[in-house]
Nanobody, 125 residues
Framework: VQLQASGGGLVQAGDSPRLSCAVS????????MAWFRQAPGKGREFVAA????????YYADSVKGRFTMSGDNAKSTVYLQMNSLKPEDTAVYYC???????????????????WGQGTQVTVSS
């Protein structure tokens, strides 16, 4: 399974960019897709996840109400719509896929099998 993230860049606080993650390869076993982020000097942080079969979503408290994750199963693409961006949202954003992830552990990065290369989002004030 290959993941290709795109859509990052330099944005202003309050902007609403959308990240995309193209999913290709043997995707039949992938049960959950997620976004994580890593700010400079910090560990990787869970952002959002979507359970592929039911489209059920889950968000970190820090982004709930501002970010929306969705999936386009026909195109094997997942999106992260980011609204009302803040400087503290600055990070490298990674998409991830899990074939053995269970719902109770969707926030833990080690439970994901596939990772994209990351896309930088820098929010200026």
């Amino acid at each position: 399974v290959q993941l290709q993230a795109s859509g990052g860049g330099l944005v202003q606080a309050g902007d609403s960019p959308r990240l995309s993650c193209a999913v290709s390869g043997r995707t039949a076993g992938v049960r959950v897709m997620a976004w994580f982020r890593q700010a400079p000097g910090k560990g990787r942080e869970f952002v959002a996840a979507v359970w592929w079969s039911s489209s059920t979503t889950y968000y970190a408290d820090s982004v709930k109400g501002r970010f929306t994750m969705s999936g386009d199963n026909a195109k094997s693409t997942v999106y992260l719509q980011m609204n009302s961006l803040k400087p503290e949202d600055t990070a490298v954003y990674y998409c991830a896929g899990g074939s053995r992830t269970i719902w109770s552990s969707i926030q833990t990065d080690r439970n994901y099998d596939y990772w994209g290369q990351g896309t930088q989002v820098t929010v200026s004030s």
